[in-house]
């Protein structure tokens, strides 16, 4: 295929075939190189294409980093954690993941992923872990804010909320 027959993803920048997850809006059409950016992109558009004579905070190379922390039931092991940093990490928009036992950090853009699809992640790469993995990451990802916000009621310091 001829450089001249692909167009840019919108939300990722990477060049993809004119029909790789293919979307329409607004009469224009658009390709995505994955569901990932193809479900960004649909979910709030104008945060890639703007609109007329405002740019949108990816056409002025912005980063919306979040940093999220939560801690798990039970720690992970070396080789655990080493499995999912490897798995979790590949995926975009990650800006890192960081794992220490029980204590688990992820730094992500908002324009490139959602929580919705890290805690799907979280827990595709638990499963690979087995032994329940899949729902404890996933559930401490998701409960996290109720924790912060139950620990930051109590009288002294708040427990599991970083």
């Not at 609109?51 to 080789?79: I, N």
């Not at 993995?133 to 401490?140: I, M, Q, T, V, Y």
């Amino acid at each position: 295929m001829s450089t001249h027959a692909r167009v840019k993803d919108v939300v990722c920048g990477m060049m993809v075939a004119p029909n790789s997850h293919p979307t329409d809006y607004q009469g224009q059409p658009f390709a995505f190189c994955s569901a990932q950016c193809h479900e960004r992109f649909v979910a709030n558009p104008h945060l890639y294409i703007g609109r007329p004579g405002q740019p949108a905070p990816k056409q002025q190379g912005l980063k919306v980093l979040k940093r999220r922390k939560f801690v798990l039931d039970l720690p992970l092991d070396t080789a655990q954690a080493a499995a999912l940093s490897t798995q979790i990490g590949a995926m975009m928009g990650i800006e890192a993941l960081d794992v220490e036992a029980a204590d688990i950090a992820v730094t992500y853009d908002l324009l490139q992923a959602t929580a919705e699809q890290i805690e799907a992640a979280l827990a595709a790469a638990g499963a690979q872990l087995g032994s329940g993995w899949a729902e404890r990451l996933r559930r401490g990802f998701v409960h996290y804010t109720e924790e912060c916000e139950i620990g930051q009621l109590q009288v002294g310091p708040p427990s599991g909320c970083h």
